[in-house]
């Protein structure tokens, strides 16, 4: 559906906070990292309003690295091979060779 979203839910024990990402159709929990950094089972919290905001937290950490607005997505090593190398463009009938400008996008106001 290309919509994230996410989610507190009611388990008895507390809340469990729950996140989808865009590129996903089912939810992921929050979980607790153990000491040794490997998950130990979800995160329990106190009210549907901090579980909701702990998965908004977690959602973001993961999808903003990887999405930018207007659907362009970050590639750092790209455009530092790209400052490195200066691409070009080879004309496919005369080997010609054209110099590519990359313009950064304005955001609008």
């Known amino acids: ?6 989610r507190g839910i009611d388990t008895g024990y507390g809340w469990k906070a729950q996140y989808r990402l865009v590129w996903r159709s ?11 950094g490997k998950p130990k089972g979800p995160r329990y919290f106190e009210t549907e309003l901090e579980a909701e905001n702990a998965a ?6 993961i999808e903003q690295p990887v999405m ?4 362009e997505t970050l590639l750092k090593a790209r455009t530092n091979a790209e400052a490195a190398f200066k691409p070009k463009a080879i004309y496919p009938g005369g ?15």
């Open 1 to 6: 559906m290309n919509r994230s979203d996410a």
């Open 26 to 36: 089912r939810y992921d929990t929050v979980m607790k990292i153990g000491p040794d």
């Open 56 to 61: 908004w937290r977690e959602k973001n950490d």
């Open 68 to 71: 930018v607005r207007y659907g």
């Open 95 to 109: 080997g010609r060779t054209i110099t590519i400008e990359r313009k950064e996008r304005v955001a609008a106001k």
